[in-house]
């Protein structure tokens, strides 16, 4: 399955964000971006003609905007076909699950005395409280991708952010073949809502205990999912 013309088109909005200088880097990001809000799901050709033009970059530009999606295992290079957006392994989300904990756990454990800079934490929630009234369970999942990664910036880390847009980036392609948000994150709405007002109320043990809790428990009902439709598809 290829990149189809609506998909590419769509890149053309983001072109802006290249500013002056069209950087691999920057060309990256966006493609990050657009893979981690589900614009390009698992096993999706990615066109080089196509994003080229949409993007206005040139070819050897966006080949190396694809050798760093696929250092960060976003991408397949597949000899004589082409590029691809990954196809992860049970054990992959296992790992991804692994970091996040790591990370995510250590960001609340480290905060400094309250009050904390939670305004883009509570608009994640408010955003995804929003979708499920509107029964937009993409909607719900962008907003829980949000949450965590707005989570993880209350450290005031540009590195540690960088660390966790790859891992959400990666993570997404397996809600991508999962494809079930709705049963996969509408239930975490209120355990956002919980962990957001323990930290307003300055109570950060007890938001760490309510993350650790979501984490497992999540690690869990996706892994299980995962399994069961790797195991149906061979």
């Known amino acids: 399955m290829g990149t189809t013309e609506s998909e590419v088109g769509g890149l053309a909005e983001d072109r802006p964000l290249l500013g002056r200088t069209s950087t691999a880097e920057r060309v990256a990001d966006i493609l990050r971006g657009r893979i981690a809000d589900g614009f390009?799901?698992?096993?999706?050709?990615?066109?080089?003609?196509?994003?080229?033009?949409?993007?206005?970059?040139?070819?050897?530009?966006?080949r190396e905007a694809f050798r760093l999606l696929t250092h960060e295992r976003l991408l397949v290079h597949e000899l004589n076909r082409g590029v691809f957006v990954r196809m992860l392994a049970v054990d992959d989300v296992e790992d991804i699950?692994?970091?996040?904990?790591?990370?995510e756990c250590a960001v609340v454990q480290g905060l400094g005395r309250p009050p904390y800079a939670l305004r883009a934490l509570a608009e994640a929630v408010a955003h995804g409280e929003r979708s499920?009234?509107?029964?937009?369970?993409?909607?719900?999942?962008?907003?829980?991708?949000?949450f965590h990664r707005e989570l993880v910036a209350l450290a005031g880390s540009a590195r540690t952010?960088?660390?966790?847009?790859?891992?959400?980036?990666?993570?997404r392609l397996a809600f991508h073949v999962v494809d079930d948000p709705k049963r996969l994150h509408q239930p975490y709405l209120v355990r956002n809502r919980e962990i957001l007002a323990a930290l307003e109320a300055g109570e950060r043990t007890a938001a760490l205990a309510l993350l650790a809790d979501y984490l497992d428990d999540s690690r869990r009902q996706l892994v299980q999912a995962y399994t069961e439709l790797v195991v149906a598809g061979d």
Do not use: C, Q
């Open 40 to 62: 390009f799901p698992p096993g999706e050709r990615l066109a080089e003609d196509g994003i080229g033009r949409a993007l206005g970059v040139s070819r050897n530009t966006l």
């Open 97 to 103: 699950y692994r970091t996040r904990r790591l990370v």
């Open 132 to 146: 499920a009234r509107a029964h937009d369970w993409k909607g719900v999942s962008t907003a829980n991708i949000h």
């Open 161 to 171: 952010d960088e660390l966790m847009r790859g891992v959400l980036a990666e993570l």
